[in-house]
Structure formats: structure tokens, C-alpha cells
């Protein structure tokens, strides 16, 4: 009877374990929790004039791979933009002072993430630096807005100017 | 007729009422069962332990289902990145605690009641109060208390085989990439809103199962045939009390 009672209660302590990690498991691992970068970061400042849908906590992207995350948003008071402070993981020190940042979308319904493009300067970003060339989320309804204003783009006429055009173009932009 | 309905009402009526009344009496008792901590583990083990192996399967079938199903409807908006993001949401946020709570009701809530409604028919609760053992100490409380305890820890289990078969459904079957299924999936899902939120929910659901368990073994007709009523009962309110509730909590803690 002992023997059967201790079998039943390792059992049960067992049950509340599996029943605690699986929560630990989906607390820490399938939620935002698991974006808070570990390792030390430095801090880039970036300004631009509509961030869109970004939100805290954001991915921070170059080439595609995540280097760091949105930490704060804010509006300048006086220059009426968005500042937004990004922390970038240390192990990334060595991205160009003149890299530009934009702001992508994911995907059709994807979240909106910081893009960083890097430039030519043998200089590096320190910590609290800001992003000259910035490029701020290209909004749907701007891009509808200029599509009616501009009308039909594909007017007969147009279309013989850029096919003429074509041709020229490449060895224009050797020059 | 009309007679024959407002007796019906008023009998529907006093269920209610006294349920909540066994609900106070259940939680006068609830201190002095703490004495028979024993029992209550005996009974986290018989309710939860138990019913792993179905909340474990049917989680697994439940998640591989919605990536099937969401795949396909996300598909036609060329979404299916989102596929992970929208999964772990209706895991965590819905089906988690409502599928275990109707699972839990059908596995563990009808053997409570069936328990203590043969406790009740062959005298054995008459025979712990002449022996001065309050059965509401020994016998109701416990169980409730193992449902509360059991119930939050099953919808876990049942949310990470979820996510598992969705994973297993979307990436490892339909070819979705990893990182695009986790970092969608990672960067919408709250902690806070979306994980404590359901398990919130699956607290009440098993405070309400297991009470409206225990209530009717308790108050059953003493016969075979009341037991097999009761146990009926049990299953339909339950089913009937989960989905309302949720209902009710969804519209509080969105």
C-alpha cells in the first residue's frame, strides 16, 4: 500500500513538472520573451518621418538576419519626426557610419521590421549614433493616393518614350 | 403546461441556487481538507496525471488540424507566414483551455461524479459523518481543489503539443520555412495577453467543472439510475457552463 502511494505520488509530482515546463516552455519560447537579445547591445538612434505599424521590440534586420531590436518610439516634440531607438547586439560593432535604415514589411501580413543597408565608410556606428540616410515605411494608402493622381500609367505614349529610353539608359549610368 | 414549464424553470432555478450554496460550503470546507493534503494529490494524480494521455493526443490532432486548415486559408491571401502567429493564438487564447476544459469534463468531471454518486447510494457519505469526518472535507473538497490544480497544467500541455503538431503539419508536411514559422510567431504572441490570459481561463473552467462534478455526485438520487443521471448532467452542464463562460471571460480580458 505504501509502496503503491509513493508510486502514485512521484507520479503526480511528476505530472505538475511536465504540466509547469510546458507553460515555462510556451512563456519563454512562442512569445515576445524570446526576443530580448541576451548578450550586451549598444544603442543607434534612427529618425524618420512615418514608422508605419513598427512596433516595440521589433526586429532589427541586415541582410535579412536579425541583429538587434526596437527599444524605444518616440516623437520629437520640435521636428515633429519619429525617433526611434534601436539596441544593436554587440557581437555587430563593425556596421558603417553612413548605413541607411528603413523600415520593411515581412511578407504580405508580416510585422513591420528596421532594415539596415550597409554603406562604404571605413568608419563604425558607436554607441548613440544616429542614422543620416533613413527611409521611412512606404504607406499603402500614399502609394494608391499617387497611383490615381498620376492616372493610367500605361498611356501609348509613355510606353513609346521609355521603350526608346530603355536601349540608351545602361550606358548612361556607366558614365 | 405552463404550470408544468414554470416548474421546470423553478427546478432549474434551485439547481443553480444550490449549487452556489455547495460552492460556499465546499469552500468552508476547503481549510479543513488541507489536513487531507494526501488525498487531494491522490486526486491531482486520478484527474490530471490520468488524463494526460488523452489531452496529449487530442492536443496533437487539434494543432496538426488548425495548420492544416489555417494553411489553406491563409494561402489564398498569400499569408502563410503568419501561419505559427496565428496557430499559437487560437491555441492560447481559445481552444486550449475550452478543448481541455470538454475534455476534462468527459475524462475526469464523470468520474467524479460517478464516484461520489456510488459513495452517496451505498451509504458510505452517511457513514463518514456518523463517524464525525466531514465528507465535504474528505470527499468534495479535495477533488475540487485537484481540478483547479489540474486543469491550467493540462491546457499547457495541451497548447505545447499543439504548437508541436502545427509545427510538424506546417513546416516538417507543407514545406513552410522554420525561422518564418518562430519569429512570426515570437514577435505577436504576448506573454501577459495571450499565455496568462489562458490560463486565467482554464483556472475558472476547471473550478467550474470540477465544482458542478462534485455537486452532482453529491446531490444525486441514491439509486443506479440517479447516478447514471447524474453523470449525464455533469458532462452537459459542464460543456454548456464552459462555452458560456468563455464567452463571458473573452469579453472581460480582451
Given at each position: 500500500?505504501?509502496?503503491?502511494?509513493?508510486?502514485?505520488?512521484?507520479?503526480?509530482?511528476?505530472?505538475?513538472l511536465?504540466?509547469?515546463?510546458?507553460?515555462?516552455?510556451?512563456?519563454?519560447?512562442?512569445?515576445?520573451?524570446?526576443?530580448?537579445?541576451?548578450?550586451?547591445?549598444y544603442?543607434?538612434?534612427?529618425?524618420?518621418?512615418?514608422?508605419?505599424?513598427?512596433k516595440?521590440?521589433?526586429?532589427?534586420?541586415?541582410?535579412?538576419?536579425?541583429?538587434?531590436?526596437?527599444?524605444?518610439?518616440?516623437?520629437?516634440?520640435?521636428k515633429l519626426?519619429?525617433?526611434?531607438?534601436?539596441?544593436?547586439?554587440?557581437?555587430?560593432?563593425?556596421?558603417?557610419?553612413?548605413?541607411?535604415?528603413?523600415?520593411f514589411?515581412?511578407?504580405?501580413?508580416?510585422d513591420?521590421?528596421?532594415?539596415?543597408?550597409?554603406?562604404?565608410?571605413?568608419?563604425?556606428?558607436?554607441?548613440?549614433?544616429e542614422?543620416?540616410?533613413?527611409?521611412?515605411?512606404?504607406?499603402?494608402?500614399?502609394?494608391?493616393?499617387?497611383?490615381?493622381?498620376?492616372?493610367?500609367p500605361?498611356?501609348?505614349?509613355?510606353?513609346?518614350?521609355?521603350?526608346?529610353?530603355?536601349?540608351?539608359?545602361?550606358?548612361?549610368t556607366?558614365? | 403546461?405552463?404550470?408544468?414549464?414554470?416548474?421546470?424553470?423553478?427546478?432549474?432555478?434551485?439547481?443553480?441556487?444550490?449549487?452556489?450554496?455547495f460552492?460556499?460550503?465546499?469552500?468552508?470546507?476547503?481549510?479543513?481538507?488541507?489536513r487531507?493534503?494526501?488525498?487531494?494529490?491522490?486526486q491531482?494524480w486520478?484527474?490530471?496525471?490520468?488524463?494526460?494521455?488523452?489531452?496529449?493526443?487530442?492536443?496533437?490532432?487539434?494543432?496538426?488540424?488548425?495548420?492544416?486548415q489555417?494553411?489553406?486559408?491563409?494561402?489564398?491571401f498569400?499569408?502563410?507566414?503568419?501561419?505559427?502567429?496565428?496557430?499559437?493564438?487560437?491555441?492560447?487564447r481559445?481552444?486550449?483551455?475550452?478543448?481541455?476544459?470538454?475534455?476534462?469534463?468527459?475524462?475526469?468531471?464523470?468520474?467524479?461524479?460517478?464516484?461520489?454518486?456510488?459513495?452517496?447510494?451505498t451509504?458510505?457519505?452517511?457513514?463518514?459523518?456518523?463517524?464525525?469526518?466531514?465528507?465535504?472535507?474528505?470527499?468534495?473538497?479535495?477533488?475540487?481543489?485537484?481540478?483547479?490544480?489540474?486543469?491550467?497544467?493540462?491546457?499547457?500541455?495541451?497548447?505545447?503539443?499543439?504548437?508541436f503538431?502545427?509545427?510538424?503539419?506546417?513546416?516538417?508536411?507543407?514545406?513552410?520555412?522554420?525561422?518564418?514559422?518562430?519569429?512570426?510567431?515570437?514577435?505577436?504572441?504576448?506573454?501577459w495577453?495571450?499565455?496568462?490570459?489562458?490560463?486565467?481561463?482554464?483556472?475558472?473552467?476547471?473550478?467550474v467543472?470540477?465544482?458542478?462534478?462534485?455537486?452532482?455526485?453529491?446531490?444525486t438520487?441514491?439509486?443506479?439510475?440517479?447516478?447514471?443521471?447524474?453523470?449525464?448532467?455533469?458532462?452537459?452542464?459542464?460543456?454548456?457552463?464552459?462555452?458560456?463562460?468563455?464567452?463571458?471571460?473573452?469579453?472581460?480580458?480582451?
Amino acid at each position: 500500500m505504501t509502496q503503491q502511494r509513493r508510486s502514485y505520488q512521484i507520479g503526480t509530482g511528476l505530472f505538475i513538472l511536465l504540466g509547469f515546463a510546458a507553460l515555462a516552455y510556451l512563456a519563454t519560447q512562442t512569445t515576445s520573451v524570446a526576443n530580448f537579445s541576451q548578450g550586451p547591445s549598444y544603442r543607434l538612434v534612427a529618425r524618420f518621418t512615418n514608422i508605419g505599424q513598427l512596433k516595440l521590440r521589433a526586429p532589427v534586420k541586415m541582410a535579412g538576419v536579425r541583429i538587434g531590436s526596437v527599444e524605444a518610439i518616440e516623437l520629437d516634440p520640435e521636428k515633429l519626426d519619429a525617433i526611434v531607438r534601436v539596441s544593436i547586439d554587440r557581437r555587430y560593432a563593425s556596421i558603417p557610419d553612413d548605413s541607411s535604415a528603413a523600415i520593411f514589411t515581412s511578407g504580405l501580413l508580416g510585422d513591420q521590421y528596421v532594415g539596415v543597408q550597409p554603406g562604404g565608410s571605413p568608419d563604425v556606428f558607436k554607441d548613440g549614433d544616429e542614422f543620416v540616410l533613413t527611409q521611412s515605411s512606404m504607406q499603402l494608402e500614399d502609394l494608391i493616393g499617387k497611383f490615381l493622381v498620376n492616372g493610367s500609367p500605361s498611356k501609348p505614349g509613355d510606353d513609346a518614350g521609355k521603350a526608346a529610353d530603355a536601349p540608351s539608359a545602361p550606358p548612361q549610368t556607366q558614365h | 403546461m405552463s404550470a408544468a414549464r414554470r416548474s421546470r424553470v423553478g427546478e432549474a432555478l434551485a439547481q443553480v441556487g444550490a449549487c452556489g450554496l455547495f460552492l460556499l460550503q465546499l469552500l468552508r470546507a476547503t481549510p479543513a481538507s488541507l489536513r487531507h493534503a494526501r488525498e487531494t494529490v491522490r486526486q491531482v494524480w486520478f484527474t490530471g496525471a490520468m488524463s494526460l494521455v488523452i489531452i496529449m493526443t487530442c492536443g496533437l490532432f487539434v494543432g496538426m488540424v488548425l495548420g492544416l486548415q489555417l494553411y489553406y486559408v491563409l494561402s489564398i491571401f498569400g499569408g502563410t507566414a503568419a501561419l505559427g502567429t496565428v496557430v499559437s493564438l487560437s491555441l492560447y487564447r481559445e481552444l486550449g483551455p475550452v478543448v481541455t476544459a470538454l475534455l476534462f469534463a468527459g475524462r475526469a468531471g464523470t468520474s467524479m461524479t460517478a464516484e461520489i454518486g456510488l459513495m452517496r447510494a451505498t451509504d458510505q457519505l452517511a457513514a463518514m459523518e456518523m463517524m464525525a469526518v466531514d465528507p465535504l472535507a474528505y470527499v468534495a473538497a479535495p477533488r475540487f481543489l485537484a481540478g483547479i490544480i489540474a486543469m491550467p497544467l493540462l491546457a499547457c500541455v495541451f497548447n505545447a503539443l499543439g504548437i508541436f503538431g502545427a509545427h510538424l503539419v506546417g513546416v516538417s508536411w507543407l514545406g513552410l520555412d522554420n525561422g518564418t514559422f518562430w519569429s512570426n510567431m515570437t514577435s505577436s504572441v504576448d506573454v501577459w495577453t495571450d499565455v496568462v490570459n489562458g490560463v486565467w481561463k482554464s483556472l475558472a473552467f476547471g473550478a467550474v467543472v470540477s465544482l458542478i462534478a462534485v455537486f452532482q455526485g453529491y446531490t444525486t438520487a441514491p439509486t443506479s439510475e440517479g447516478v447514471a443521471y447524474a453523470t449525464t448532467r455533469t458532462v452537459v452542464f459542464s460543456s454548456i457552463a464552459v462555452l458560456a463562460l468563455d464567452f463571458v471571460m473573452t469579453a472581460f480580458l480582451m
